[in-house]
């Protein structure tokens, strides 16, 4: 069945550090990819998302590629910020419109 | 323009009580949907509500676990006789259309059964 299988965290890092957050998926079909983010308190936020093959989802600095030869749909920033503390989520959209999500990351940006 | 409101926002149950958990849409939002997050898990789908109509539930447990959606006032999902095993995040989403178009979550309800 789909699934999604993301970095596991917690990951720390110095402000203005770059950040890769692994994820890779399983599917049947052609499904949409999604990054989630989730502040203290807060529900989950859209950051970003594909809906095909080497779409690139871009918001706030933060970008991912939908890669269809490796599964993989990694969230990347060039530099991090201390505001970009938060729980990040990867996730697909399968062929039933049922969302698929990872475990998330804990991302802690220090200054 | 409020997002989707869950409330409680933290809930505590003893072992064999009722948990009852409410999620009102974004305005104009007709398609609710509720996941949970078990502890050191992602979310998992639980079930698709339209107003009265429940659309697929294929996520719930077969027993004790319901939701409704009624015409006037928030969705509930209902936990009876709940158990430790319960204890986890539940999250609330709305959407104006079927899944897929427009996802908002709510903030979740993190129910402890003690």
């Known amino acids: 069945g789909d699934s999604v299988t993301q970095m596991e965290g917690p990951v720390t890092l110095s402000e203005e550090a770059c950040l890769t957050i692994?994820?890779?998926?399983?599917?049947?079909?052609?499904?949409?990819l999604f990054w989630y983010v989730q502040y203290p308190g807060e529900g989950l936020q859209l950051l970003l998302k594909?809906?095909?093959?080497?779409d690139k989802g871009s918001n706030k600095g933060f970008e991912a590629t939908y890669r269809k030869e490796t599964t993989s749909f990694h969230l990347e920033k060039g530099s991090v910020q201390v505001s970009d503390s938060a729980v990040y989520f990867c996730?697909?959209?399968?062929?039933?419109?049922?969302?698929?999500f990872g475990t998330g990351t804990s991302l802690t940006v220090i200054p | 323009n409020a997002g989707v409101m869950q409330n409680p926002r933290h809930l505590v149950r003893r072992r064999g009580q009722e948990a009852r958990l409410r999620c009102s849409p974004m305005?104009?939002?007709?398609?609710v949907y509720w996941y949970r997050q078990l502890p050191e898990e992602g979310l998992k789908f639980m079930v698709y509500?339209?107003?009265?109509?429940?659309?697929?539930e294929s996520g719930m447990p077969k027993e004790r676990f319901s939701a409704e959606f009624p015409k006037e006032g928030p969705s509930i999902l209902r936990i009876q006789q709940v158990v430790r095993g319960d204890s986890a995040a539940y999250f609330c989403?709305?959407?104006?259309?079927?899944?897929?178009?427009?996802?908002?979550f709510g903030s979740g309800t993190r129910l402890t059964v003690v």
């Open positions: 594909a809906t095909k093959a080497d």
């Open positions: 996730a697909l959209m399968g062929g039933a419109n049922q969302f698929y």
């Open positions: 305005k104009g939002h007709s398609h």
């Open positions: 509500l339209q107003k009265e109509n429940i659309i697929d």
């Open positions: 692994n994820c890779t998926y399983t599917a049947t079909g052609y499904p949409s």
């Open positions: 989403a709305s959407s104006p259309r079927d899944r897929g178009h427009g996802y908002t």
